[in-house]
């Protein structure tokens, strides 16, 4: 707490906790698990879990405000992707989070149809 009664935000940093002891020793998921672009969320009515570690409670932070990219999560907690990757598929194996693919990419569009539709866009406002 500070001096205005607040508590002070959770930092996470893996500057002096090594991942293994993060991790508890287990080994990373593969990318292909959770990709860097998987979008994951807190899932609805859930529970911090109970002896929850600082890392997930830092997650539980950042992921009840709706949907972040894995990287995303790993950038904001400072975090190794791999680490951030466990911790997240770990929450998810609880039910704790809702995860879905990144949007596909977008296609390639027709430059025919890009030129008509600024052609009539330009006509209607001139």
């Given at each position: 707490m500070n001096a205005h009664g607040e508590e002070a935000p959770v930092t996470v940093?893996?500057?002096?906790?090594?991942?293994y002891v993060i991790?508890?020793?287990r080994r990373l998921p593969t990318a292909d698990d959770l990709s860097l672009h998987?979008?994951?969320?807190?899932?609805?009515d859930r529970e911090l879990p109970l002896g929850a570690s600082p890392e997930v409670r830092a997650i539980w932070d950042l992921c009840g405000g709706g949907y972040l990219s894995v990287a995303e999560v790993?950038?904001?907690l400072?975090?190794?992707v791999g680490v951030a990757r466990l911790l997240l598929t770990d929450l998810f194996e609880q039910g704790h989070l809702l995860r879905r693919a990144a949007p596909p990419?977008?296609?390639?569009?027709?430059?025919?149809?890009?030129?008509?539709v600024l052609h009539g866009l330009e006509s209607l406002y001139g």
């Open positions: 940093t893996s500057d002096f906790v090594r991942s991790t508890g020793g998987t979008l994951v969320t807190l899932a609805p790993a950038a904001h400072s975090l190794p990419r977008a296609q390639s569009v027709d430059r025919g149809i890009i030129e008509k």
